[in-house]
């Protein structure tokens, strides 16, 4: 059964787990993951930049990021807004390039980003909740209003239930991993 309220919430939700899944991928592991500098911004040309606007960013190891800019004199500027950053890194520029390496995790820092993770996964389930709640509303009001039937007002709030439940398993899916790999020497 397709129905616009149906229709918003499933695509709402869908973005939901993409910011999710971003989220995800911006919370550094022990191996390098050029996605870590998705989050820093660079003051240069008179404005916020990303590092990937500015050069290539390549990961030669598991251990080691390397960013390549395209005009060397923003260097200087790249490497201030790394080590800025909430990412803990000592970024080093040889005049060339920008040699990010990546500490492996103790265990205490694995732990503290799981428990991150895990506030991200509650975020995105009380969005997701949100919008259910919302379609409900918004379904409620259209059978008060005598657009739709009971029988069909009751089964688009199973069907709003049902993709509520699949989204959420998305995003403990998503945060499974994500742990997997926070957890892995």
């Known amino acids: 059964m397709s129905h616009p309220v149906l229709d918003e919430a499933t695509d709402k939700m869908d973005k939901s787990v ?5 989220e995800m991928s911006n919370i550094r592991t022990g191996r390098a993951n050029a996605g870590i500098l998705d989050i820093v ?3 240069v040309y008179g404005s916020k930049m990303k590092i990937n606007q500015l050069g290539t960013v390549t990961v030669p190891d598991s251990h080691l ?5 395209w005009d060397k004199s923003q260097l200087g500027a790249v490497e201030r807004a790394i080590m800025s950053s909430s990412l803990n890194l000592m970024p080093a520029n040889d005049g ?5 390496p990546i500490p492996p995790l103790n265990e205490e820092r694995r732990k503290e980003l799981v428990k991150l993770a895990g506030r991200h996964v509650e975020e995105a389930k009380v969005a997701c909740r949100s919008i ?7 379904i409620k009001k ?3 209003d005598g657009e739709i039937p009971e029988d ?6 199973e069907s709003v239930q049902k993709l ?3 989204h959420t398993d998305k995003i403990d899916a998503v945060f499974k991993l994500k742990e997997a790999d926070i957890m892995e020497v």
């Not at 990021?65 to 800019?69: N, P, Y």
């Not at 060339?96 to 990010?100: A, S």
């Not at 259910?132 to 918004?138: F, I, K, M, T, W």
Request: aromatic share 2%; glycine share 0%.
């Open 18 to 22: 993409v910011a999710f899944q971003t």
């Open 142 to 144: 259209l059978q008060k």
């Open 132 to 138: 259910r709640r919302h379609a409900v509303d918004e």
């Open 41 to 43: 911004d660079v003051d």
């Open 65 to 69: 990021i390397v960013v390549d800019l």
């Open 96 to 100: 060339q390039v920008i040699r990010i």
């Open 164 to 166: 509520t439940d699949s």
């Open 152 to 157: 069909d007002a009751h089964r688009m709030t």
